[in-house]
DNA sequence: TGTATATTCAACCCGAAGGTTGATTAACCC
DNA sequence: GGGTTAATCAACCTTCGGGTTGAATATACA
């Protein structure tokens, strides 16, 4: 199994913290000190929460003078509602055969025992 | 940070050999050997994988004789999907913003400089 | 009843992940 | 240049995740 890029989103997305990071820049970008301060944690937990991010491509961090604007790189979550799509359609169309045996197997049984 | 459930599908998925196992399962139910045998890991290694997928939601186990057949429930990728567009379009939203300020910026410009 | 098969439980190992604090780098401002 | 602020780097601690092996449980079968 290759390590794929999916990994390291879902990795990326796992964590709740990252998640509400990805929240806040939903709003409009932020530097790092901006993104910490809600978080009962210390600025350096936060700049490793977005070096993760960063590699998962989820954000671009750019300099900006002294700070380090984040925003966001919504690119993997095309990918990633691909994959989910993929699956759902797969998954769906395996229940839709399981509705169709299961109606197939109870009008056979009601031709039997009419 | 409540824990969300949502963790725990991002968490199981983020691994590659349980993203294998969907994708097995995608084809059809299984039992746990049927599943553990393509990997170079132990069938308890597996067992574990399914528990984790089992809690996300993402697999269901019936007990079938001395077996535990295993089949999806994509009902927790619906939940997936939601989330992904809501941010996609989220993002989207803010990339339109942003195109348009800048065209708008790049319009004065031209204005200015004729 | 006894044995074989399928699966899980339990204990353990190891490396990675998330957190901390302290030092370092980079840019601004007086 | 000297001091301040923003952010990362480095070292460390603890927890958790994925793997192992060995024992226990449950069911089928002879």
Known sequence: MI???LDAVFTALADPTRRAILARLATGTATVNELAAPFPI???AVSK????LERAGLIVRTREAQ???CRLDPAPLRTLAEWVDKYRRL????YDALDNYLRD???THNEQTP
Not at 91 to 94: E, M, S, T, Y
């Open 42 to 44: 210390s600025v350096q």
């Open 91 to 94: 998954w769906d169309d395996r």
């Open 3 to 5: 390590a794929e890029p």
């Open 105 to 107: 197997l109870e009008e």
């Open 49 to 52: 929460h977005l070096a993760v």
């Open 67 to 69: 700070w380090r604007r």
